[in-house]
């Protein structure tokens, strides 16, 4: 069983940077593709970044590719999500997801789930 939990959402203006991290505890994330999804209100998940077990493959959503960047630190068991160029529609619950070697970006293919953190962009 793998927990994910992450943390650095926050508030922050339109152009700014917010730094999001995911640490998993209960086995270690070597073998797991990673991804990141987010939930606006009243809107469905939606993909976001995923990155592959090596983290050497990085896949992303059209409306964030140029201005987030997902990595790994596989020896800190830990995942990020650098967003910069924050607009007002990137806010949302974002939450970080885990699965089994090959990284996907759809959501019922990850097997588990962090509770998410709060991204608020203001205008």
């Known amino acids: 069983q793998v927990q994910l939990v992450e943390s650095g959402g926050g508030l922050v203006q339109a152009g700014g940077s917010l730094r999001l991290s995911c640490a998993a505890s209960?086995?270690?994330?070597?073998?797991?593709?990673m991804g990141w999804f987010r939930q606006a209100p009243g809107k469905e998940r939606e993909f976001v970044a995923a990155?592959?077990?090596?983290?050497?493959?990085?896949y992303y959503a059209d409306s964030v590719k140029g201005r987030f960047t997902i990595s790994r630190d596989n020896a800190k068991n830990t995942v990020y999500l650098q967003m910069n160029s924050l607009k007002p529609e990137d806010t949302a619950v974002y939450y970080c997801?885990?699965?089994?070697?090959?990284?996907?970006?759809?959501?019922?293919?990850?097997?588990?789930w962090g509770q998410g953190t709060q991204v608020t962009v203001s205008p």
């Open positions: 990155i592959s077990w090596s983290g050497r493959n990085t």
């Open positions: 209960g086995r270690t994330l070597n073998s797991y593709a």
């Open positions: 997801a885990g699965r089994p070697q090959t990284y996907s970006d759809y959501a019922e293919r990850y097997d588990y």
